[in-house]
C-alpha cells in the first residue's frame, strides 16, 4: 500500500559526496518519522539519521558533522546529503517511514525501501 524508492548510491572516492533520495508513494494519509538506515556486509542494520514530522533530526555519531538529512513532506520525499564520505561508510542503505495509511487512519505503519548500495573506495 506504502512504497518507499530510493535513489542516489554509488561509487564515490574516499572524501567525496553523494546524495540519496527516497520517494513515498501509495495510500498515504500522513508520514511521521523518516529516516535511514545502512547495513553493512555481516552487520546488522543500523541508525544512520532520522527526522521526525517537526523537523527535529538524530544522528548517528559517526556521520555528525557529514551527514544531512532533510525532507519535503509536500513531496513525501526524505534526503540523505553525505559529504567527507569514508570507506566505512559502505554499506546498503535504506529508507524508512512512519506512515498512516489512509484506509487504517489512526495507526502507524513502518515501510522499508528495497535499499541502495553506497560504496566509498579510491
Known amino acids: 500500500q506504502v512504497q518507499l524508492v530510493e535513489s542516489g548510491g554509488g561509487l564515490v572516492q574516499p572524501g567525496g559526496s553523494l546524495r540519496l533520495s527516497c520517494a513515498a508513494s501509495g495510500n498515504i494519509l500522513s508520514i511521521y518519522t523518516m529516516g535511514w538506515y545502512c547495513q553493512a556486509p555481516g552487520k546488522q542494520r543500523e541508525l544512520v539519521a532520522v527526522?521526525?514530522?517537526?523537523?527535529?533530526?538524530n544522528y548517528a555519531d559517526s556521520v555528525k558533522g557529514r551527514f544531512t538529512i532533510s525532507r519535503d513532506d509536500a513531496k513525501n520525499t526524505v534526503a540523505l546529503q553525505m559529504n567527507s564520505l569514508k570507506a566505512e561508510d559502505t554499506a546498503v542503505y535504506y529508507c524508512?517511514?512512519?506512515?498512516?495509511?489512509?484506509?487504517?487512519?489512526?495507526?502507524?505503519?513502518?515501510?522499508w525501501g528495497q535499499g541502495t548500495q553506497v560504496t566509498v573506495s579510491s
Open positions: 524508512y517511514a512512519d506512515v498512516v495509511i489512509t484506509t487504517r487512519p489512526g495507526t502507524e505503519f513502518s515501510y
Open positions: 527526522i521526525n514530522s517537526g523537523g527535529r533530526t
